[in-house]
């Protein structure tokens, strides 16, 4: 690893080693500018381009080195076509999938936006993406309002309230979160924690059972609740590491001002930390429901997939199958175009809403303007 | 720092009285501290909670010398034995695959932002899809991958395929980790650079990437990290396998994620059942261990964002 002062100073002394440079050398004069007494100037393209006139029609006795360009250009069109490449990618994934999902969607005989049904296998297509969609937005969004008060709380404890030296051991134990793979949740979600709050479960389906939202479980372990309380702690870690950055450049003034006024610590956070951080935050809570509206695997071992023929249930205490267990669910099974289309066509409109949310994320954190 | 607000003996004007926060503001502000450092807890507990019940039902197998040197192969549920051998070597290969070509992407994409395409259309156009890519879910990319290389090239299912996959997933890691600390990089270095007339490719390779080097590193590892834990492309794009297979275009590869989704059904008192939390807690280790070496990385770093 190179140390970057060193490496700096490295360049200064030895003229030798810019001499043997491959890349300088086909020039006229090169050579002997290096030993010159008059002081040259090696005139260099891609840094200061608008500055080249001025030094060809400067001082006498100035002799201008020629350096190849071969190396630059080259360089130049790699990294363009890097990052071409990232633009045709994402272009690409849209294209495909539409694509491929388009005769499907062409030979399907329900309504694919209003349609409950899904049956793929076989010559007729009848599918709809009615029940995946509430299935996916309703846990999603439980997610959302069970995590973002935490990430917010914990955001504030770091940033305004802890001391610089607890905070960081702290912020890692949450960055930590993150690296649990979404698997482990699962397989803790459905065997650990849906028994833990399943008689909680049962108790609010009892008492408020007849509010359609929490009716009589279908199925307390395997629930879209337990599946929420899952996603909820899984984008924890990304909503609180975002907010924390953004309400740790709160301006010291806007900070110092309110306190100069006799407020409270919260009185501090309420006036000054929360609405610098607001944009920030909402632009952290999209890119966390963007997390949870596509999370696969542990959505898919929690969630109980009805057994077909039962009536659908908006519950968040019934099973279900949001689009992304769907697919991977059924993943053994794509042997069909047809079928595969279908499967496809709910992977496009995942991409879609995903699409969608992040973009809103985007637009909102550069708005904001409290990103760095 | 309250204190300063309520508390200050230095004033002698007389008008100026110095009250604590009448009680309603006292009682608020400690209602807002208590939820904040609740909320801490709240957020520890489910880490505790998760890593403990890992640990407790894996440790044993984990301690043995075989989990790590044997394969699954001729090893049913309900016999004891055996290791993950397979799982890791399929975890790490296909996500070494990934990162060959994730990483020069990553970073020539990031030089591409940095140094050459800065401020301009193409450059927010291109951050734009970065951002975007890092939002796509793994099973989208996992399908994309699907429709390319299967439905229209006609491939088979393979590890390669996996790979391939992932590559979608760890590419927006390694290209915003790099360029933020391109970012960093000060400029008088690249100046002091073209100053002694080397060019602008060579600043970059020699000067640039070296300093950043270590950040560099830190979102490599990050991604590494990442795509280990990734279940959903594996699912639909290579069957599990229980024997060791090194050959990444082979249809079947064993991973650590599939060997716990192949697993986790069983009856909890069988001995496979145990082997499904091992290979949960060798896991959570690689993870862990990524993730640390990467805030080890960049704690030793000389780049600091400030």
């Known amino acids: 690893m190179a140390v970057p002062d060193t490496d700096a100073t490295r360049r200064v002394e030895p003229a030798p080693a810019a001499a043997e440079d491959p890349s300088l050398s086909p020039a006229e004069g090169h050579v002997e500018h290096m030993h010159s007494p008059v002081p040259t100037v090696v005139h260099h393209r891609p840094s200061a381009p608008e500055k080249i006139d001025q030094v060809d029609r400067a001082p006498r006795g100035v002799k201008l080195a020629k350096i190849s360009q071969t190396g630059d250009r080259m360089f130049r069109a790699l990294a363009t076509t890097a990052g071409l490449a990232i633009v045709l990618l994402v272009l690409f994934i849209g294209i495909f999938l539409l694509a491929l999902a388009l005769p499907s969607l062409q030979a399907n005989q329900d309504n694919f936006l209003t349609s409950r049904n899904w049956t793929v296998s076989g010559t007729e297509l009848a599918f709809g993406i009615a029940g995946l969609f509430w299935t996916t937005v309703l846990s999603s969004v439980l997610a959302l309002a069970m995590s973002v008060p935490v990430a917010v709380g914990v955001a504030l404890c770091l940033t305004q309230y802890l001391h610089k030296r607890a905070s960081g051991p702290v912020s890692f134990v949450v960055d930590l979160l993150a690296a649990v793979p979404s698997i482990i949740f699962g397989l803790w979600g459905l065997t650990v924690l849906g028994p833990f709050l399943a008689p909680g479960a049962e108790w609010v389906a009892s008492k408020v059972g007849w509010i359609p939202l929490f009716s009589e479980n279908i199925d307390p372990k395997g629930s879209v609740f337990v599946a929420a309380v899952v996603l909820a702690i899984m984008i924890l870690p990304i909503v609180t590491a975002i907010s924390r950055d953004v309400f740790a450049q709160t301006p010291r003034d806007h900070i110092e001002a309110a306190l100069s006024l006799g407020a409270t610590r919260w009185e501090v956070v309420r006036t000054a930390v929360l609405p610098y951080g607001r944009s920030g935050v909402i632009s952290a809570s999209m890119l966390g429901l963007g997390r949870a509206l596509g999370e696969t695997i542990a959505v898919m071992i929690i969630l109980s997939t009805p057994a077909p023929g039962t009536p659908f249930s908006p519950s968040i205490f019934a099973g279900g199958e949001t689009f992304a267990s769907k697919i991977a669910n059924n993943a053994a099974e794509f042997d069909t175009p047809s079928k595969t289309g279908a499967f496809i066509a709910a992977g496009l409109v995942l991409f879609i809403v995903t699409f969608a949310v992040n973009a809103t994320a985007r637009v909102i954190a550069d708005r904001g303007g409290a990103k760095s | ?306």
Not at chain 2, 56 to 64: A, E
Not at chain 2, 108 to 134: N, P, Q
Not at chain 2, 172 to 196: G, I, W
């Open chain 2, 1 to 306: 720092m309250s204190a300063m607000t309520t508390t200050t003996s230095t004033s002698t004007d007389a008008p100026l009285s110095f009250r604590r926060p009448s009680g309603g503001r006292t009682i608020k502000n400690a209602l807002a501290t208590v939820y904040v450092f609740l909320a801490t807890v709240l957020t520890i507990v489910p880490l505790a909670w998760v890593l403990y019940t890992v640990i407790t039902k894996g440790i044993r197998l984990i301690l043995t010398q075989q989990w790590w040197l044997q394969s699954q192969r001729g090893i049913t549920p309900r016999r004891e034995g055996g290791g993950a051998y397979h799982a890791i070597v399929g975890t790490v290969e296909m996500a070494l695959i990934c990162a060959a070509i994730a990483v020069p992407l990553g970073i020539l994409g990031a030089i591409f932002l940095i140094e050459y395409a800065k401020g301009t259309k193409l450059a927010r156009g291109v951050s734009f899809m970065v951002d975007i890519l890092s939002g796509i879910p793994s099973i989208v990319a996992a399908l994309f991958i699907y429709a390319l290389f299967i439905t229209i090239f006609g491939f088979g299912r393979s590890a390669i395929a996996v790979s391939f996959a992932l590559v979608l997933l760890m590419l927006p890691v390694v290209l915003r980790s790099t360029e933020e600390m391109l970012k960093l990089v000060p400029n008088e270095l690249r100046e002091a650079s073209y100053a002694l007339g080397v060019p602008k490719w060579k600043t970059i390779l020699r000067v640039v990437i070296p300093t950043a080097f270590s950040g560099i590193m830190t979102g490599i590892m990050l991604g590494l990290a990442r795509v280990m834990g990734e279940t959903a492309p594996l699912l639909i794009l290579v069957s599990y396998a229980v024997g060791i297979n090194f050959s990444p275009t082979s249809d079947t590869m064993g991973a650590l994620p599939t060997m716990i989704n192949s697993g986790r059904d069983q009856a909890p008192q069988l001995p496979g059942y145990e082997r499904v939390w091992a290979a949960a807690l060798t896991l959570i280790l690689i993870s862990m261990l990524l993730n640390l070496l990467a805030r080890a990385i960049a704690r030793a770093s000389k780049l600091k964002e400030k």
